[in-house]
């Protein structure tokens, strides 16, 4: 049984940084390709990064060059560091691989 736990979320100013973790279990993330989502209230679920067996990641325009996700295969975690954030970026953040979802992770930027 695959299951993914987010955490890492929380209140943060304009202009900060946050770093999320999504920690497997039940699947082995070098093997699969993980991508991290993000929905904010009122709006459909967007996908945000994502990084392929090959270590290779992608980004939605709306965050390249603000964001980066990275892989520990010992730990089998994949995070997403957040820098410069927005009042925008506000939302709940989700990770994903094979069908599975996380529980997601509340991110707020706010003064």
């Known amino acids: 049984q695959v299951q993914l736990v987010e955490s890492g979320g929380g209140l943060v100013q304009p202009g900060g940084s946050l770093r999320l973790s999504c920690a497997a279990s039940?699947?082995?993330?070098?093997?699969?390709?993980v991508g991290w989502y993000r929905q904010a209230p009122g709006k459909q679920r967007e996908w945000v990064a994502s990084?392929?067996?090959?270590?290779?990641?992608n980004y939605a325009d709306a965050v390249k060059g603000r964001f980066t996700i990275s892989r520990d295969n010992a730990k089998n975690t994949v995070y997403l560091q957040m820098n410069s954030l927005r009042p925008e970026d506000t939302a709940v953040y989700y990770c994903?691989?094979?069908?599975?979802w996380g529980q997601g992770t509340q991110v707020t930027v706010s003064s």
């Open positions: 039940g699947i082995i993330f070098r093997f699969n390709f």
């Open positions: 990084i392929d067996r090959g270590a290779l990641a």
């Open positions: 994903s691989s094979r069908d599975t």
